[in-house]
Each structure stands twice: as C-alpha cells, then as structure tokens.
C-alpha cells in the first residue's frame, strides 16, 4: 500500500511570512495525483491544492505552490504571506490514477500563524 | 446546493449500542465515500460507492460496521455493537467519477464529519 508521511507535526509562521510544509510518499506507481488538503479546526477538510503526477511544472493556487519532486517522491507545499485564516491542520494525501480510488492521507501538519 | 451534509455532528453513546450516520452528498455526484479520522491521525478509508453499489471495502470495516446507498444518492454507516475503540471522526466525501485524467475527478468535498464517542 502507498503511505504518504508528514514529517513535521507542527509548524508555526510569522503573519505575512512564509512557510514550507513537507510531505513524502512511497509508491511504485507512475501515474497518480498528489493534493494538500486544509482541516480547519472543527471544520470540514477543503482542497488547497492538487498535481498530477505526468506534470512536470508545479501547482499553483494564489498562495499557495507545491514544489514536486517525482523522483525523489517530494511534494511540499509553500504558503506565502501568510493569513491568520491560514492556521489549520495540513494534509498531503496521494491517490492513484488507475488502482483504487481511496486516498492515503498523512498525519498531518497544525500549522500556527502568529500574528 | 451546501455541500456535503453529515447527520448529527456529534454522538455519544454507551459502549454496546448500535449507531447510525448519514450522509447526503453534492446532488450531481455519483462517488461517496466513508473515511474514518483518530486524534492525530489523518483520515483513513473505509468505504466506497459508485451510485447505490458498494465498490470497495478496507479491512478496517470490520462485521460490525455496515454501510448503504441504497438509491445512490444518500449514505447511512452503521456500527454495531459500538466498542471504544470506535470513538473517531466520521468523514463522508463525495466526488464526480472519471478515473483518467481530465475526467475531473480529482479530488473530494468533504462533509464536516459525525463525531462519535464511545463511553
């Protein structure tokens, strides 16, 4: 099975700063999706970002950017100016494109904005 | 259409009683999904339907727990005989199908979860 590990349980960021959260996985598939999703507290999980594997430029959404590394089976997620709306539980999760149809999730990053 | 809709948010009950979630998902997707979520942990699969037909099981769905979408549209999980080691986050997703890329289906909505406390 895939397994997607979150090697920082916590991180914390000065407001307006940035910040990189890091997330590697182990597969050996080829085609895939990898997404970073938010789970504010006692909110649901929202998608921040997604990259299909094939892709060689990086995903970007406002403020948000991956860097993915397919060798090296990276994918960290950088937040930049960072908001006080950015504190949240971070999530890198990986699904296959052609085996199943679960995602695997990491253990995730609490990310802190300190004002 | 609010998005994914889990019924109730929280749940406590004794151990030994049986319980039972729902979820409505967005109206136009055919996916749902059951996902379980410990303190700490990030969610872990349980279950899958594709309209009303249950596709895929993990291991962690044990005989006690059953899931329906019997018209394909809402979802109901039901834990049996409830032990505290089912105390979690219960999340249900849903999607709009494809498989190859482009086809969209791409990632999950989330509903905001049913919490259970087993005591």
């Known amino acids: 099975a895939q397994t997607v590990t979150q090697s920082q349980p916590e991180m914390s960021v000065q407001e307006a700063e940035t910040v990189t959260l890091s997330c590697t996985y182990d597969?050996?598939?080829?085609?895939?999706?990898l997404f970073w999703y938010k789970q504010p507290p006692s909110r649901q999980m929202i998608l921040v970002i997604r990259?299909?594997?094939?892709?060689?430029q990086n995903a970007t959404e406002n403020r948000f950017s991956v860097n993915f590394q397919k060798a090296a089976k990276s994918f960290s997620l950088k937040i930049s100016d960072s908001q006080l709306g950015d504190a949240a539980m971070y999530f890198c999760?990986?699904?296959?494109?052609?085996?199943?149809?679960?995602?695997?999730f990491g253990t995730g990053t609490s990310l802190t904005v300190i004002p | 259409d609010t998005g994914v809709s889990q019924d109730p948010r929280h749940k406590i009950t004794k151990r030994g009683q049986n319980v039972t979630f729902r979820c409505d998902p967005i109206?136009?997707?055919?996916?749902l999904y059951w996902y379980r979520q410990t303190l700490g942990q990030g969610p872990e699969f349980l279950t899958y339907?594709?309209?009303?037909?249950?596709l895929e099981k993990s291991r962690l769905l044990s005989n006690r727990f059953s899931a329906e979408r019997p018209k394909g549209s809402f979802s109901t999980l039901e834990i049996q005989r409830t032990e505290q080691g089912d105390s979690a986050m219960y999340l249900c997703?849903?999607?709009?199908?494809?498989?190859?890329w482009g086809s969209g289906d791409y990632g999950y909505t989330f509903g905001s979860g049913t919490r259970l406390t087993v005591v």
């Open positions: 997703a849903s999607s709009l199908s494809g498989g190859g």
């Open positions: 597969t050996s598939e080829s085609d895939y999706y």
């Open positions: 990259q299909e594997a094939y892709k060689q």
């Open positions: 999760a990986y699904r296959s494109l052609n085996t199943g149809n679960q995602f695997y």
């Open positions: 109206s136009e997707h055919n996916r």
């Open positions: 339907f594709q309209n009303e037909a249950q």
